[in-house]
């Protein structure tokens, strides 16, 4: 899932559990938990005080901000002239009503593979218990060439999904309901699986592990660096509440848990960990650190408002800034509250070594997460914090140090690295490669490519 902040909204009490029906889908599920399983608030929801599915909400990406839509059922400004049948193609095909692409950062891919009654029921929940919101919501504004909607049609081809899925009769219910979920309506892999040159997923290395702008989805397979040493427990506490022995939930991970996955079902929970243990097992997959400093920053809420300023000398050592700004809450021994309020750092996943982008934008943007009416903060420590800002090098000082001192193996985090993270993540080679200067170039080289073409034509015509 990408970096967001999501505006809960009203879940249906009564959703009642059936028995298991085709492709994993247990009836008599409301449109609303549907809605909350597949976190469509998430986008569509312009903040925690935004009015629910009226669009706004602005998605960084790779390629710049995307702007998600109204889908309230308003008729001038959102979905309310939409049939059934212009509902499904949006959400499982990428295309409005009106013929337009959606971009992906709607992940209708996943969406493709769910079933015919789920989405009725969710087109149903849209049009008759969603409030109609009247105003439009802001137009996406890419730069070119990924302005152009119509490249979405040659991607469709490659990426777009497929058709519903459908039950495996050698699996259990259970399991089929869990790859139900994971490769639909919950779209895992959306943010859990590595991108290839053109963005799309890498089906190869599923759930492997994949950036998400300055944030890393960790490898959710058996595989190194995987979910191979968590028990079912921890990981069923995990989905549900976003706290399991040694991870805590932050970023993207927290949002999911928050608004979407502590409202599952214990059964649907329990689904998914018996899907995620089959999946093949793959080692993590390395992210691109390359950067580039004009990519959109991510700036996520600041809910540290409260916290008083310390003084900090530009040099301080990481177990001076440790002490400082650290300890109060970790530890000295880094070993959290008694209550585990606060983690403990002695072995917590965040200081593996893969997950280095995680540490430095957790220390950056600190944490929110509310489950079960209990909140936990952490205050964000970025330019601008009302805390206490810290400088690239600074964050990357004490990053090395937790790292090295509570973590598996000693680390040397950089100050480049911060900045990368800092300024929203690692920039994909394809935009890179839409550069003005590099089209530019690899504009001249065709035609010169042409230009040679067309000369070894004139000579050969000649020569006859």
Not at 255 to 273: M, R, T
Request: proline share 6%; charged share 15%.
């Amino acid at each position: 899932m990408l970096s967001k902040t999501i505006s809960l909204f009203a879940l249906c009490a009564g959703a009642m559990l059936g028995p298991w029906g085709a492709a994993g889908h247990a009836e008599q599920l409301s449109g609303a938990y549907i809605a909350t399983t597949a976190d469509c608030a998430a986008c569509h929801t312009d903040g925690k005080n935004g009015t629910p599915f009226a669009g706004g909400y602005a998605i960084t990406s790779p390629m710049g901000s995307i702007i998600a839509s109204n889908i309230t059922p308003s008729k001038e400004f959102g979905i309310g002239d939409y049939s059934l049948r212009d509902f499904s193609r949006a959400v499982r095909e990428g295309v409005r009503k009106d013929g337009a692409h959606l971009y992906p950062a709607m992940p209708y891919p996943a969406y493709s593979k769910m079933s015919d009654a789920d989405i009725a029921a969710l087109y149903d929940y849209f049009m008759n218990d969603v409030a109609p919101v009247d105003v439009a919501a802001p137009q996406t504004d890419l730069p070119f060439p990924f302005s152009v909607r119509m490249s979405m049609a040659g991607w469709n081809l490659l990426y777009g999904g497929g058709a519903p899925l459908v039950d495996d009769p050698a699996q259990s219910p259970e399991w089929n309901r869990g790859r139900y979920l994971v490769e639909g309506p919950a779209h895992c892999g959306t943010c859990h699986t590595p991108r290839n040159l053109l963005m799309g997923s890498k089906t190869s290395a599923f759930l492997a592990g994949g950036a998400v702008g300055p944030w890393f989805a960790p490898n959710l397979t058996p595989g190194a660096g995987g979910l191979s040493d968590w028990s079912d427990a921890d990981l069923s506490a995990y989905l549900s509440t976003g706290v399991a022995e040694h991870a805590r939930a932050s970023g993207p991970m927290a949002e999911a848990v928050e608004f979407s996955l502590q409202h599952l079902n214990d059964s649907d929970i329990a689904a998914i960990v018996t899907y995620l243990r089959t999946v093949p097992a793959q080692d993590t997959a390395q992210a691109d650190t390359a950067s580039m400093p004009d990519i959109a920053a991510f700036v996520p809420a600041d809910h540290s408002a409260n916290r008083s300023r310390h003084t900090l000398a530009d040099d301080a050592s990481g177990a001076q800034l440790y002490e400082t700004v650290c300890a109060s809450c970790h530890g000295l021994s880094g070993q959290g509250s008694a209550d585990g309020t606060y983690p403990a750092l002695t072995g917590n996943v965040t200081l593996e070594p893969a997950q280095s982008y995680n540490l430095i934008s957790t220390i950056l943007d600190g944490v929110s997460r509310t489950v079960d009416g209990h909140e936990t903060l952490m205050p964000a420590f970025h330019e601008g914090s009302l805390v206490q800002p810290l400088s690239d090098d600074q964050v990357a000082t004490v990053a090395s140090y937790v790292s090295t001192k509570f973590g598996t193996e000693p680390a040397d985090i950089t100050a480049q690295e911060v900045a990368t993270v800092r300024t929203g993540g690692p920039v994909a080679l394809l935009v890179k490669m839409a550069a003005p200067g590099v089209m530019a170039a690899i504009g001249a080289a065709l035609v010169l490519i042409l230009a040679g073409l067309a000369v070894m034509l004139w000579r050969r015509k000649r020569s006859r």
